[in-house]
């Protein structure tokens, strides 16, 4: 497999369900983001990762938690989420360099609905 | 915070031409990018503008305007394949990207 991939793609859980999200890169990249799409709103950076340390958190709530275990992969694990928690999440990876991070390449996204 | 503006949606003919418009306060600016998502699929990258002017490649070509802060995203000639969102994205001093909540483009036969 090429690109970003991400899985699963649809995903339907209830509040009180544990579930992960997963996300594998095969660009060589160092660097892996998780971000939030909902309907009509610009894409929310979640997390950022680079060499496998987490570089940003943008005041995500606890109920998201991300794991990178490795350059190439990248989790998000979810427990008691809430219904306007559903949305489209995207995985994106770059190279970051000196001189700041390259173009961000994106997976094609898991659908989650929360019930 | 940034802001970062583009219109909602637009609808043009097979074959025209179509401006998408983006303009953006930041802190800061280490570039411009232009996305195509289709529904239900991965943004994928069309463009990226970090000095002033025109970026062309094929039909679709991208402007900067920094002291302005303003892009555009020109798509000609257009297919029915067009028909997607196009996402604006900046990123600032600290290389942190931010998007436009996307235009949709619809194109009619």
């Known amino acids: 497999e090429t690109g970003v991939t991400q899985t699963p793609r649809h995903l339907v859980m209830g509040m009180t369900n544990k579930k992960s999200l997963k996300c594998e890169q095969h660009l060589g990249h160092n660097a892996m983001y998780w971000y939030k799409q909902s309907a009509k709103k610009p894409l929310e950076l979640m997390f950022v990762y680079s060499l496998e340390e987490r570089v940003e958190n943008n005041s995500v709530p606890s109920r998201f938690s991300p794991e990178c275990p490795n350059s190439s992969h990248l989790f998000l694990h979810l427990h008691t989420l809430q219904p306007e928690d559903s949305a489209l999440y995207l995985c994106?990876?770059?190279?970051?360099?000196?001189?700041?991070?390259?173009?961000?390449?994106f997976g094609p996204g898991t659908r989650l609905l929360v019930l | 915070g940034q802001n970062i503006d583009q219109p909602t949606e637009m609808t043009a003919t097979e074959g025209a031409i179509v401006q998408i418009n983006c303009t953006y306060q930041?802190?800061?600016?280490?570039?411009l990018f232009w996305y195509q998502q289709h529904a239900g699929e991965a943004p994928t990258f069309l463009s990226y503008?970090?000095?002033?002017g025109l970026e062309e490649k094929g039909r679709f070509s991208s402007f900067l305007s920094r002291s302005k802060g303003y892009s555009y995203l020109l798509l000609k000639e257009l297919q029915m394949k067009d028909s997607a969102s196009y996402l604006c994205?900046?990123?600032?001093?600290?290389?942190?990207?931010?998007f436009g909540a996307g235009t949709t483009v619809t194109v009619r036969a």
């Open positions: 503008n970090v000095l002033d």
């Open positions: 930041t802190s800061g600016f280490n570039g």
């Open positions: 994106a990876s770059s190279q970051e360099t000196g001189t700041g991070a390259e173009t961000q390449y």
């Open positions: 994205a900046v990123r600032d001093r600290d290389y942190k990207l931010s």
